[in-house]
């Protein structure tokens, strides 16, 4: 069939092996706008005011929620999705744009890279691995903004890779459920 050929939907129908990929198109994209749900949720709570003290603790929640559905599903969610909520990220956040975007990329990079392996690990393992990717977002995030000239370098800013992988377990378990009573695929 030439590419520049359209049918109609009844046709398509009446074709089998046309009719069955319309159908599969229609059917994988059922329940994905609950993914960017989720995304929207995670801005949200990257932003949630806080106590002063706990402010260092903020988990990376759009990394955490960005690594599920990486893992879960890699055939829709991967580099350009990352570097779309990046930006997103910078314009909420008003940082240099492109520079949180860079650091999602950086983090579903690794998790592309390790998918493999990370889910064939127990959760624990799955932990570690996250943590160390984490960390290097963070360091690469101190990085930059020490380049910049926006914040004093401090190692505190590692902080919040250890408390999202320590959440990374109740993450993994909740959207995982969701992702099975919602049928997302």
């Known amino acids: 069939m030439p590419p520049g050929l359209l049918l109609p939907s009844r046709l398509l129908q009446d074709l089998p092996l046309l009719g069955s990929l319309s159908m599969v198109s229609h059917v994988s994209g059922r329940n994905g706008w609950v993914v960017w749900l989720t995304f929207a949720i995670g801005l949200l709570l990257?932003?949630?005011?806080?106590?002063?003290?706990?402010?260092?603790?903020?988990?990376?929640w759009l990394a955490l929620l960005l690594t599920f559905w990486v893992l879960a599903l890699p055939h829709k969610y991967g580099m350009t999705t990352a570097w779309i909520l990046g930006l997103m990220e910078d314009v909420l956040y008003g940082t240099l744009l492109g520079q949180n975007a860079l650091i999602l990329s950086l983090i579903t990079f690794l998790v592309m890279s390790l998918q493999q392996r990370l889910r064939m690990f127990p959760m624990w393992q799955q932990c570690?691995?996250?943590?160390?990717?984490?960390?290097?977002?963070?360091?690469?995030?101190?990085?930059?903004?020490?380049?910049?000239?926006?914040r004093q370098p401090t190692l505190a800013l590692v902080l919040p890779a250890l408390v999202s992988a320590l959440l990374w377990p109740w993450i993994s378990y909740g959207l995982r459920g969701l992702r099975k009573r919602l049928k997302i695929n």
């Open 46 to 60: 990257s932003v949630s005011p806080l106590p002063q003290f706990m402010e260092i603790f903020r988990p990376l």
């Open 128 to 150: 570690l691995v996250l943590l160390v990717v984490f960390g290097l977002a963070q360091l690469a995030q101190l990085w930059l903004s020490a380049l910049t000239g926006n």
